[in-house]
């Protein structure tokens, strides 16, 4: 008796976690996303710091490059953070950047930056968004090194007038003794947003927002005020890091339905941009604050990584840039001098995803752990996106078998991202794969013989398994 109610029981369980079928459309349903830009992931590197990434650590331009090389495109960078609100630039100094710390670790708390830091930005083969100073209320200081940039970088895509200033206060300079408010930050904006502008006879340059989170400033306050001044600006900004060391759970973060919430208040921020003609960019985010609270170089988080990207350009944002720090003092960095971290395998996975294709549509209702997106070029799906969000940290590894139907091949290929489990870090020997090759700590190099699966299709379906904490990118 105990027996057989095991056995009806395990059956009675097998149907419940069934197969998810999923059809693919053979054209773009109407959930699917606008156009896609041609390098949707990109890379933020923190002011004081961006010289020495491109400089002295050497995996630095094989990352970027390994981006490059799947879609034709170099990543768009911003060059920015907490530290262009503390730069000041200086025509006359000769090194890139100048600041003193007590410790490799800290940021500075004053630094000057000279013409070759401009010069630099401008070497660089994708474009840039340049950060600069509002903080210090010094304009006449911002023009000169806007004027040089102007000039100087063809690959100049916008500049940013201050950092996150829903954290500046009444002691700040810009704020001239007055409470910082947000209608005191939209008139600030409006005001520089002319200023600099009209000093460069431009239009479309500025990166504005730029707000950490949606509140007490957004973008729907900030283009309520921008009036005309909205010609000036190139693109809407906000920043995101759904974490902090507080608050640090790495469940939620890479969790398919909790990262559709965790982003449901930017959707009303891109609708007030795109009223306004614009774009929207999430131009600084990454996993967590404060040091990450040790979920940041995670597998979840290159997982995470993976899905909030499909999810933020379904939504309408045009690009991610996912912030690098202080070098050696950075848990969420995809690369470091020595070690690479792991959530560079999400970036560069999602990279894959989107290589070169137009529009993306969920065929899931983001409401379980488990996702599927059909990618598409010029009409037609390409390949399908298959995440198994489940949280595996030990035991038994689970999985979830997912049916695509409607396919038309008689067998297609998938590569999987994978690693040991949702917690394996890199600097502990838990490589993740990307279709069975690693990146060369150090080089950034791809390595290792490249593993393609296949499938058989029959009558239009072909079935896949995921495992908890895994993907897979199926080529159609
Ligand atoms: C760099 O900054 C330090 C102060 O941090 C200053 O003493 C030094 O003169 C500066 N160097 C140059 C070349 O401007
Ligand atoms: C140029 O910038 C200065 C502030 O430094 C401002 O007073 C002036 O109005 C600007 N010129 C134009 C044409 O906008
Ligand atoms: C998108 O539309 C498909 C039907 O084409 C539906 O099954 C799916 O749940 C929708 N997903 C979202 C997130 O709107
Ligand atoms: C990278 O270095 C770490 C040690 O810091 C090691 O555990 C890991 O296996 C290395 N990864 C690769 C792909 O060689």
Redo the contacts with the bound molecule.
Sequence with gaps: MAHSIFISSLLVWGVAAADLTFTVPSSPPSNSSGQLSAAPVGVSLEFFTFPAYMNNVAATTTCLQNLKDLTGTWPPLRIGGTTQDRATYDPSLTLAVNYTVASSADAPTTLTYGPSFISLAASYGGEIILGLNRRLNN??NS?SAAKLAQSEASNLYAMELGNEPNFYSSSDPIAGGASWTAAADYASQVTWQ??VC??LSATDLISAGVYFGTSPMSISGLTAVEGTANNYVKTYCSHNYPQSASTANLATLMGHSSIASQISGYSSEITAAANEGKPHIFGETNSATQGGGGISPTFGAALWILDYVMQTILMGTKALYFHQGTIGNCQYCWWGRYDMGAPYYGAYFATMALANADQIAPLDSQTTAYAAYAIYKSGAPVRVLLYNSDYYTSGTRSSQTFVLSGLSASSVTAKRLTAPYATSRVDQGGNPTVAGQTFVNGTCAIQGTQSVETATVSSGKATFTVAASEALLVYL
Excluded: L, S
Aim: net charge negative.
């Design positions: 304009i006449v023009i002319d200023e009209g000093n």
